[in-house]
């Protein structure tokens, strides 16, 4: 059992540790609003101001879905953004991670399905890592973050089992 | 320049350095259900503005399922609930893989309905 | 549809208009503000303006089946509309000189969704087609039945950064609807909440337009006060964004004399350094090269677009619903209301900044004036079919409204006018001869909140 000092010390490293061990270097985020609040797309600002900083663990967010490793998607998908949304997970590269943000891009929050918002993103696009909250704290995120490294994990598992 | 480089110097550094901090004690953070508490009068099924809280009721039992997925921490069930059954923490990470997860169901029996002095 | 005076009174224009033929006269040419109205109202109600002068879509977008109307009482909220052949139609030119710029509607940074097309010569905007309305989201639909309690979390869930303006008008509303007068306790409290929301959006606005010239100092500073007080946000409510803490008839959260003390050192602290950030932007030449004289909004356009909040003010239009209609405590305590001349991105980051400084000042009179008592009353049973409305400045400007009552406690028609809908329409204008690098800044000087305005 650790003492809770050395667990604190240890979730501090974990991402950047992760990190290192999964992807060899750095994650490459893309964001799309297919819909939000803006809560959410704030918050997701937040983990690049100077207090969080994500940056100093090798995540960024980057201006094209080409460049990125990861899709942060917020909102509950419009009718109006589907195709939007479509274009960009197509146009992501491979395995095409998608992380869904807040409640509304979860389930549809509390705007439920209406003529104009289809009420959560995995009814478009499959979703791997779900970050709920209303908005979700910046570190709640930065958790989701680190889940969704484990993705990378099981496809080299699987490449490595098919050679077999 | 030189007054951006001292205002540089003397904000110092800023980061965080422990992540997953605990949220302060006011946070609305995951809402948790005591089921040896609930008299399943349906408050807070009813007040849920998300339709995050589902309450059924058999002849002998109460299930109460919670979805994370759909709660928008609002805090209004807490705030309807007579015996406290269901209240705020201030536990934040609740990200998860996998959205079945996300719904969380609890029983209470009807005998305990009964020590509360409600009946169904 | 309704208008107002600046003499503390509210005129309603009322029309009735005939089933059979649902067409009324259009007052757009006469009246550009009501542009988007009547536009709005052909979209969701299927009423048509007569001699409107641009018959395209706004609200809901070109593929969308012209004779399906989602506002009418007879279409069901989650009725799904076939996509039709767009009917979308955006500025055509003619001369070869002119390169037309898609941008959107997903945007380089993390930003709202909003489509934009420039006409330029060269780097200089000819001029700007905005399409918006990404982010509609069906949310007055959805309002419709909802219980009024219920009804209050959808109205804090339209921005994500004026949900707190957006909740206090919602409840304005609910309370003025119901003859309720909610504890002096509770009006100074969201006055509080409400200068302490509008602190935090300036004060970050300040460092994020530092971005549009890539001023880094400016930005980390910026974000770093922001996040401070957002922090102060989440000691005192339990909540970043303010989410929560009102409730129909009064406030859900309360200050105890520590909290009291808390927001007090912190906004001493804040100010000491945001004052410091301000000196350092506002001797930079490069910055004010950059924001002097960029994206003027004239006077003129102002008025006839009657635009609000910030950008109103910058360009000399003296408007404050605060001052000119108050609410909540604002009757209370002295402020002073900035306003600029030159209409241009410095002008409007000054009002900004000035406002920065009232908002510390109206704060440090409510924690001195802050009654004891009570914080919130009961609503009582509400009439069906009475409408209301409740306004509220958002960091934005006036965002307004307007609610009617439906059978046992439930909304039946609600209309949300937000402070980014009077001023988007503003935004082409102010663009129009500055060069395409200047856009982000200019549009970030007006910061305008996508989601407020599309519902």
């Known amino acids: 059992m650790k003492s809770g000092k050395e667990q604190t010390a240890d979730l501090r490293w974990a991402l950047q540790k992760r990190m290192k061990e999964v992807l060899g270097r750095s994650l490459h985020i893309r964001h799309v609003d297919s819909g939000s609040c803006n809560g959410c797309d704030f918050e997701m600002n937040t983990l690049t101001n100077p207090i969080y900083d994500i940056q100093r663990f090798g995540v960024d967010f980057v201006a094209s879905p080409r460049h990125a490793d990861m899709l942060m998607v917020t909102g509950g998908v419009t009718r109006h953004l589907e195709e939007a949304l479509i274009k960009t997970y197509n146009a992501a590269s491979e395995p095409k991670m998608v992380v869904a943000i807040g409640a509304c891009a979860c389930s549809g929050g509390i705007f439920g399905r209406t003529y104009a918002n289809y009420g959560g993103i995995d009814h478009i696009v499959p979703v791997y890592v779900y970050v709920p909250g209303c908005p979700p704290r910046p570190e709640a995120i930065i958790e989701g973050i680190l889940l969704a490294l484990d993705r990378y994990e099981e496809l080299s598992r699987n490449k490595g089992e098919n050679r077999h | 320049m030189f007054d951006l480089i001292r205002k540089i110097w003397r904000t110092k550094t800023v980061t965080k350095t422990e992540l997953f901090t605990e949220a302060p004690e006011r946070f609305r953070g995951k809402p948790v259900f005591t089921s040896s508490k609930c008299t399943g009068c349906e408050a807070c099924a009813t007040s849920c503005p998300a339709g995050a809280i589902t309450l059924q009721q058999n002849d002998d039992a109460i299930t109460l399922s919670l979805s994370y997925a759909h709660c928008i921490f609002c805090g209004i069930c807490a705030e309807v609930c007579e015996t406290n059954a269901i209240q705020l923490t201030n536990e934040y990470r609740l990200a998860t893989k996998n959205k079945n997860e996300l719904t969380v169901s609890q029983q209470a029996t009807l005998a305990k309905l009964l020590t509360t002095g409600k009946e169904v | ?455």
Request: proline share 6%; aromatic share 10%.
């Open chain 3, 1 to 455: 549809m309704f208008s107002f005076d600046r003499f503390r009174h509210f005129l309603t224009v009322k029309t009735l208009i005939n089933p059979l033929d649902p067409t009324f006269p259009s007052v757009a040419v006469q009246l550009p503000a009501a542009n988007w109205y009547e536009r709005e109202v052909k979209d969701l109600l299927g009423l048509r303006p007569q001699g409107h002068p641009d018959p395209r879509p706004l609200v809901l977008h070109g593929d969308w089946p012209e004779d399906l109307h989602p506002l009418r009482k007879d279409f069901p909220l989650d009725q799904h509309a076939p996509r039709v052949q767009s009917r979308e139609a955006f500025m055509r030119y003619d001369s070869e000189d002119v390169t037309e710029i898609p941008v959107g509607p997903i945007h380089a940074g993390i930003i709202e969704p909003g489509h934009f097309r420039f006409g330029a010569v060269g780097d200089t905007i000819l001029h700007l087609d905005a399409r918006l309305f990404f982010t509609h989201r069906g949310l007055e639909k959805a309002s419709e039945g909802m219980p009024v309690q219920k009804a209050l979390f959808l109205a804090e869930r339209i921005c994500g950064v004026c949900a707190l303006s957006h909740s206090i008008a919602f409840a304005q509303a609910i309370e003025r609807a119901g003859n309720v007068t909610i504890p002096p306790r509770a009006d100074y409290l969201r006055t509080l909440f409400l200068e302490l929301e509008r602190l935090y959006n300036h004060i970050g606005d300040v460092g994020n337009i530092c971005a549009g010239f890539g001023f880094a100092v400016g930005i980390s500073q910026g974000a770093r006060l922001k996040e401070e007080l957002q922090q102060l946000n989440e000691r005192i409510t339990g909540h970043r964004y303010l989410r929560g803490v009102v409730s129909l008839g009064g406030m859900r959260a309360d200050v105890t004399e520590q909290e009291r003390e808390d927001i007090y050192q912190t906004l001493q602290y804040v100010k000491k350094e945001f004052k410091e950030l301000v000196d350092l932007l506002l001797t930079h030449d490069i910055a004010i090269n950059r924001m002097a004289t960029t994206g003027i909004l004239r006077l003129e356009h102002a008025n006839d677009l009657e635009v609000v909040g910030v950008a109103a003010r910058a360009s000399g239009r003296s408007v404050d619903i605060r001052r000119d209609q108050p609410y909540a405590a604002y009757d209370r305590v002295h402020f002073h209301v900035p306003v600029y001349k030159e209409g241009d991105v410095l002008a409007r980051i000054r009002v900004r900044i000035d406002e920065v400084f009232e908002s510390f000042s109206i704060i440090k009179q409510l924690l001195q004036q802050l009654l004891d008592g009570d914080i919130r009353t009961n609503i009582p049973n509400l009439t069906p079919y009475r409408s209301a409305m409740g306004w509220c400045e958002s960091p934005r400007g006036e965002t307004v409204h307007w609610v009617m009552i439906g059978p046992n406690q439930t909304v039946y028609r609600y209309r949300v006018r937000s402070a980014t809908y009077s001023n988007w329409p503003a935004v082409p204008l102010a663009v129009k001869g500055n060069i395409v690098p200047d856009f982000p800044l200019i549009n970030k000087s007006f910061e305008l909140c996508y989601a407020c305005c599309d519902r």
